[in-house]
């Protein structure tokens, strides 16, 4: 999957497909280094297209463990994985807004996009309806696993 700083096929597709000109293209960011950096090897990509930068992803490890210490290939692979998702939700995204015919991507395409695929979803935008909760069921075997538990509790 091709980054954001680099030209898609999909992602030119997808802006035509939201009602961008049959004629547009995505441009690598200006220079012809942009684009070879990925051919070469390096896995570079363009900081000014990047949505999460490497200071900002040491950043976020540090408020997690601040003694931990990522490699090199490793914030490379994360900030890849980052941008590709970001890429897969705003293309579903804009399939989702020409099913509706509409021009504009809504938070709805995004959160529905999100709840169907990654089983996620992030309150406080769009609809405030009450999510329902379900319960997962509870099998005989598993009954009988917390009763041997209890059993055994009582025990001591």
Known sequence: MASPSQSSPA???????????SSAKISSG?????????????GGTDSATQLLTKPRL?????????TEQLDEEVEELLLQIADDFVENTVNAAC????????????????QLHLERNWNMWIPGFGTD???????????EAHK?????IRKAIKKY
């Open 11 to 21: 992602t030119a597709a997808t802006a035509n497909a939201i009602g961008g000109s």
């Open 30 to 42: 200006g220079s012809s280094a942009a684009g070879t950096t990925a051919a070469s090897g390096s």
């Open 58 to 66: 040491q950043e976020l490890v540090r408020e997690i463990d601040p």
């Open 95 to 110: 399939l989702l807004a020409k099913h509706r015919k509409v021009p504009k991507v809504e938070v709805r395409d995004v």
């Open 129 to 139: 309806e009450l999510r329902p909760y379900k319960r997962a069921t509870v099998t």
């Open 144 to 148: 009988q696993r917390l009763a041997l």
